[in-house]
């Protein structure tokens, strides 16, 4: 049954059917309740007071999050015998969805506490810390912080300064350090810190306590003002022999980093989710606005300068979803397989269900964050003069997706680390992509066909594309590691170009399995939006990945090599019947602007 | 005690309303329905009477298979068990008499409705329904308290209120004020989850036929462009209001 689920990373090296993966089409009665839930309490508690969240009313973030609590929704991850729901992980990404929508400062404050400031702890806690936090923190009685950051160690986390120095009678550890950045910071009632014993190589996890009436040794900056997340609470915070007792070491001595670095998976694709939301929101004012807005004596969404904006931003909103909800159901089948085959806890199960697929989380969080950015930059373009006025929610949408690039690891980190990944992989034979880069070597090499195949099937073409495009991938990162080895991760603009391609294959197929499982479902006709926000994905796809592998086999290539690959790079990019992308962008926008909304 | 309350699934007051086959049917594509307002307000009190006085509370709803959505979610904001008369309503009188049917059966003290649903607007099912069940009514309700078989209710009426003393079996047709929209009530993940489990009971309909049929559905005219008129051109506004609009 295992070989049945596709593995982290291998959707590089298989060709995968529509009906193999999931999307937001397939939510069942209890997800679509669900997802009604969620969007009812933020519109009623959250969207209508978006303002009172950007004058930094800090109290009311944390007022809504305990409302989040009673409502569960701060429990859907947690399983039940800690007191929380035990919910699936499509679940769990779709509720970090939809309650993330209205605004970055509630968005973060649930994120920080449901993740990295819960998730920690049901991971890697043992059965006393499990029973003793995870109930309080999943009803929301509770909430949770993370301190990893520090003023010389961000994205080189392990290289933090914090000392945990156990005590003579080996009862306590006594941390010192300052750590920065730490979300929920203000209202937290525990912080999962990570600290340094002696000079171990790794920093080790620690679960600590904060009550202000008895702050032991822990003291707090002021609130951040930021950019964005404005209400989201923002703090350093100052550990001064703060005394912690010995059992709520986190895991085990030296085991930190990874503790860190597997939150953070989990943080990225919920990130991710997070991400979608928002843009959804920013569409339908948008569109309501073009449709409202006339100039000319003319709706000004009857211009196609403002139709094209419309239909980019749903096509790339639509698309994200398709990659979310596909890699969310790869990671809760294999949690379940991994549940299932009895060799594994539920706790293992979780740890390793994500970290398989940890190349798809690092690829989400980079396209999803980039695609919020990107939607309400062009929101705002939208509302002219006005989306500048703080008056209006696109303004604060837009500085709140700037922090989306920045948190759970920097965009160029994550770029990075899904080639480092995928190229760990290939090195434990968990994803074979030499072979098929031989293969791809000898294609390239041989005299090529000048066959027309027969495209008349839908997406057939395409999925061709993405059959090459897989394949291009492949000779430009086959190549560039026979030329540096190991070395090639000090080769960051060329990780960087590598991983473009990699982020636009994957979303270009989920794109395009979605739409064919919804033209398969309900006839081409129904799903026209759809296919034509497939293609036209792809074409910027293409564009994208063009630009990445010329860049990328120019930097280390030369002569015959480099005239083959590029030759290459023609030939596996290249459109028998190339769609007009405007014609595609019309039928798109046409639908969003007759419902008024995103209504995908 | 128990209650059961009359569950209509209709439009969400948002939808844009369009119709077909000749403007004689109302067309549901791309509709999202929801609890009627009216109905949630009873269902929200009803769930008052479920906490505080240990009341049983039962939703039902006339409808097809796609309605069962929206007595799932009346399930997870906490009734205990759910109902549905397996067809497609024809008219508010044949609604009522379904619905009669399973009340006669169910002996319920107090059956909860909205005054009127928000796609038709009949206003007609809560006093059929006592009507043909021959139990006491009282409509436009704003507040309801039970104690033993005595009800205090309290109704709307032009421009004040008016309060009522009656006895169960009471039939009531809501509205806001039974309870306030603040007190509306989102599931919450558990009730959700519970929502499965709990009896959703489909009941095949007696043999009643409609009354009326639609002949056809007119949709208000659009509204027209607005003039803007200067504040200080008194004698333009009198001109376009008698010569244009033709009401002066």
């Not at chain 2, 906490?51 to 979610?73: C, M, S, Y």
Request: glycine letters at 8%; charged letters at 25%; one cysteine or more.
């Amino acid at each position: 049954m295992e070989k049945d689920i596709l593995r982290g990373g291998q959707f590089l090296v298989k060709e995968i059917e529509c009906e193999d993966i999931f999307t937001p089409e397939d939510f069942n009665e209890d997800q679509l309740m669900m997802k009604e839930a969620v969007t009812e309490f933020i519109d009623r508690e959250v969207w209508a007071k978006k303002a009172q969240f950007e004058k930094k009313d800090y109290a009311l973030t944390e007022s809504c999050m305990r409302q989040a609590g009673d409502l569960g929704f701060l429990s859907i991850a947690v399983p039940e015998e800690y007191g929380g729901m035990g919910m699936g992980f499509v679940d769990t990404v779709l509720v970090c969805d939809y309650i993330s929508g209205a605004t970055g400062s509630f968005s973060t404050a649930f994120g920080a506490h449901t993740g990295i400031g819960t998730m920690p702890i049901t991971l890697y806690g043992n059965e006393e810390q499990k029973k003793k936090y995870v109930p309080k923190l999943a009803s929301g009685e509770w909430f949770g912080s993370y301190c990893l950051t520090e003023p010389s160690a961000g994205s080189d986390a392990n290289s933090g300064k914090t000392k945990a120095v156990l005590s003579e009678d080996g009862k306590t550890y006594k941390i010192t350090g300052q750590k920065m950045w730490i979300s929920n910071a203000g209202f937290c009632n525990l912080m999962i810190v990570f600290a340094r014993i002696e000079d171990d190589k790794n920093i080790t996890g620690f679960i600590v306590e904060y009550n202000p009436d008895a702050p032991n040794g822990i003291t707090m900056g002021e609130e951040e003002h930021k950019l964005g997340i404005r209400a989201s609470s923002t703090r350093q915070v100052f550990f001064n022999d703060t005394v912690v007792p010995v059992e709520n070491m986190l895991s085990t001595r030296g085991n930190g980093f990874k503790i860190a670095m597997n939150a953070l998976n989990v943080g990225r694709i919920k990130l991710a989710a997070a991400c979608l939301d928002a843009q959804r929101r920013v569409i339908s004012e948008s569109v309501n606005y073009a449709n409202e807005r006339i100039q000319f004596k003319t709706p000004i969404s009857s211009f196609g300068a403002i139709r094209q904006k419309i239909a980019e931003m749903a096509t790339n909103c639509w698309v994200g979803e398709a990659a979310t909800y596909r890699a969310s159901k790869n990671i809760e089948d294999r949690i379940e397989l991994r549940k299932n085959n009895g060799k594994d806890s539920h706790q293992e199960a979780e740890l390793k269900g994500v970290e398989e697929y940890a190349i798809e989380c690092s690829i989400l969080k980079v396209a999803v964050s980039e695609f919020i950015q990107k939607c309400s930059d062009e929101g705002i373009q939208i509302y002219g003069g006005m989306g500048f006025s703080e008056e209006t929610p696109i303004e604060s949408a837009w500085r709140d997706a700037r922090i989306a690039r920045i948190y759970e690891g920097t965009n160029e980190i994550n770029r990075m680390l899904s080639i480092g990944m995928l190229i760990k992989k290939a090195m434990k034979g968990h994803v074979d992509v030499l072979t098929p880069a031989m293969a791809v070597k000898d294609e390239l090499v041989g005299i090529p066909s000048f066959e027309v195949p027969d495209y008349s099937e839908l997406f057939s073409e395409e999925k061709n594309i993405i059959k090459n495009l897989k394949k291009l991938f492949l000779m430009v990162a086959g190549a560039a590691l026979q030329k540096y080895g190991e070395k090639i991760e000090q080769q960051q603009q060329l990780m960087l170009a590598a991983s473009d391609i990699l982020i636009q294959i994957y979303l270009a197929e989920s794109a395009i399995l979605r739409a064919e499982k919804m033209a398969k479902k309900d006839g081409e006709d129904s799903a026209k939006e759809q296919i034509a926000m497939a293609k036209l994905n792809l074409f910027h796809a293409i564009d994208v990945i063009e630009t990445a592998g010329k860049h990328s086999i120019i930097s280390f290539s030369t002569g015959d090599e480099q005239r083959m690959m590029l030759m290459g790079l023609k030939r596996y990019i290249k459109y028998v019947n190339m769609p007009n992308i405007i014609e595609l962008r019309h039928i798109i926008a046409e639908k969003v602007i007759k419902e008024n909304k995103y209504c995908f | 005690m128990k209650i059961l309350v009359c569950i209509s699934h209709v439009p969400d007051t948002t939808s844009k309303i369009n119709f077909t086959e000749g403007d004689t049917k109302f067309d549901t594509n791309g509709v999202q329905f929801v609890i009627n307002p009216n109905d949630e307000f009873g269902l929200t009190r009803a769930m008052w009477f479920k906490e505080k006085q240990g009341a049983n509370v039962t939703v039902i709803n006339v409808g097809g298979a796609d309605t069962e959505p929206t007595l799932r979610k009346a399930l997870a904001i906490g009734a205990d068990a759910a109902i549905r008369v397996n067809t497609v309503p024809a008219d508010g009188f044949s609604v009522a008499k379904q619905l009669a049917t399973v009340i006669k059966d169910g002996a319920y003290d107090l059956v909860i409705a909205g005054r009127e649903s928000i796609d038709y607007n009949g206003g007609m099912v809560p006093g059929m329904i006592a009507g043909l069940v021959g139990a006491n009514f009282v409509n436009n309700c704003i507040g309801l308290e039970v104690e033993g078989t005595n009800a205090k209710v309290i109704r709307e009426i032009d421009g004040g209120k008016e309060t009522v003393s009656t006895n169960l079996p009471l039939v009531i047709g809501g509205q806001k004020g039974l309870v306030e929209e603040t007190d509306l009530r989102i599931p919450n993940m558990r009730g959700i989850m519970m929502a499965r489990k709990k009896p959703l009971t489909v009941v095949e309909p007696s043999s009643i036929s409609g009354e009326t049929s639609s002949m056809s559905f007119e949709k208000p005219a659009p509204k027209g462009a607005v003039t803007l008129v200067s504040a200080d051109n008194l004698d333009e506004l009198v001109s376009l209001l008698h010569n244009e609009a033709k009401v002066i």
